[in-house]
């Protein structure tokens, strides 16, 4: 234990440090290959997850500007799926995904700080997403006939 | 020859830059805290590929904290926006526990806000590594390699309680690199025969040809 100024250096040996690097084990390139053989497996299901999320974010966003919906609530309930598809599309190989999600995240973001809801641009958004839906679609359709 | 040596040069770093280590996570206890329950399923099946066997769920702070008093958990994969106050949060309040047994567990922030506030305060609060959201699986295997064989000793201040932050990438093997105390590219001494011209010329138009 040492003195850095105001602060104390200690040194920390955790359970984790001291079994991780036990011999054995799985490699890096190893270990990366089957990860992604793996999410590959995952994706028919992956398609029928993204089309309850995309069915909940188009719900959730109401169809013009008459509409009595809170905005507060709609746009934390849009919030929550966006973010969701965000944040899985490019681990599940759809960049396009998660870049049209990112994108409605940030509008949203801005909404809630308070601009007027630009909902022609969350259209374009979500039209982005139905797209990129179309290609998750089809790669799980290539993945079903190549198994 | 100039190409050639960049070459060697290049792979060189990338040899250092990228953990070569295996890791064996067999027997470690995970724990995912994430609202995102699809998150946290793509996340338990990349670890069980890495070797993990036993991983936990947890969807806000409060399943956190029963999972931690419930079971052992080696190692904390925590998102940044997890209800109700966010991950940073909790990582604060484990490290500030005093009595905790947990004070000193790795933590990861998984977060898909990178800012550099956002990750500064994530280093502030006592996380060991951050990851970018949506996660790539090289990138999570890279960052529990870091945090695995890199360990840092913690400091204990009056402010902060957490991994030494003053830590940096030492640079290149040999010490070259761009900044000031660095050596020069040029010291890169040339490995084996050297090849002529007409040999490089050959080799090129091959390339070309295909």
Redesign the interface.
Same mark, same amino acid.
């Given at each position: 234990m040492t003195n @850095?100024? &105001?602060? $104390?250096?200690?040194? /920390? =040996? $955790? #359970?984790? *440090?001291s079994? /991780? $690097? #036990?011999?054995? +084990? /799985? =490699? #890096?390139e190893q270990?990366?290959q =089957? @990860?992604? @053989? *793996?999410?590959g497996t %995952?994706q028919p299901q992956f398609a029928d997850?993204l089309d309850r999320q995309l069915e909940l974010l188009i719900s959730a966003i109401p169809s013009g500007q008459t509409e009595a919906t809170s905005e507060d609530k709609w746009l934390a309930a849009a919030h929550v799926h966006c973010?969701?598809m #965000? &944040? /899985? +599309?490019? $681990? %599940?190989g759809f960049e396009l995904l998660?870049f049209a999600a990112?994108n409605l995240?940030d509008i949203i973001d801005i909404v809630q700080a308070g601009v007027d809801c630009p909902f022609d641009a969350i259209e374009n958004q979500v039209n982005a997403l139905l797209l990129a839906r179309k290609e998750v679609a089809r790669a799980s359709l290539t993945d079903a006939r190549r198994t | 020859m100039i190409l050639l040596s960049v070459t060697v040069f290049e792979d060189r770093v990338a040899d250092t830059a990228m953990p070569r280590e295996h890791l064996n996570l067999h027997g470690l206890n995970f724990l995912i805290a994430d609202s995102n329950s699809y998150f946290c399923m793509i996340c338990q099946s990349i670890l069980r590929s890495f070797g993990a066997t036993k991983i936990y769920e947890a969807r806000s702070a409060m399943d956190v904290n029963r999972t931690l008093v419930e079971q052992r958990i080696d190692f904390l994969l925590c998102d940044s926006n997890l209800p109700p106050e966010g991950g940073l949060r909790l990582t604060h309040e484990i490290r500030g526990s005093v009595s905790s047994e947990y004070r000193t567990i790795p933590i990861l922030i998984l977060t898909s806000d990178t800012r550099i506030n956002t990750i500064n305060a994530a280093r502030d609060a006592g996380a060991n590594m951050v990851v970018a959201k949506p996660v790539s699986v090289s990138s999570l295997y890279n960052r529990l390699a870091w945090v695995a064989f890199h360990p840092r000793s913690f400091v204990d201040a009056p402010t902060y309680f957490g991994p030494d932050r003053r830590f940096k990438i030492e640079g290149y093997p040999t010490g070259v690199g761009r900044r000031k105390g660095d050596n020069d590219e040029s010291v890169v001494e040339e490995g084996g025969q050297a090849m002529g011209q007409d040999d490089i010329d050959s080799l090129l138009n091959l390339a070309r040809k295909g």
């Open positions: @850095a100024g &105001d602060g $104390t250096i200690i040194p /920390v =040996s $955790t #359970r984790f *440090h079994l /991780v $690097t #036990r011999p054995g +084990g /799985v =490699s #890096r270990a990366i =089957s @990860a992604e @053989a *793996h999410l %995952m997850w973010r969701a #965000r &944040d /899985v +599309g490019a $681990t %599940m998660t990112n995240c | -």
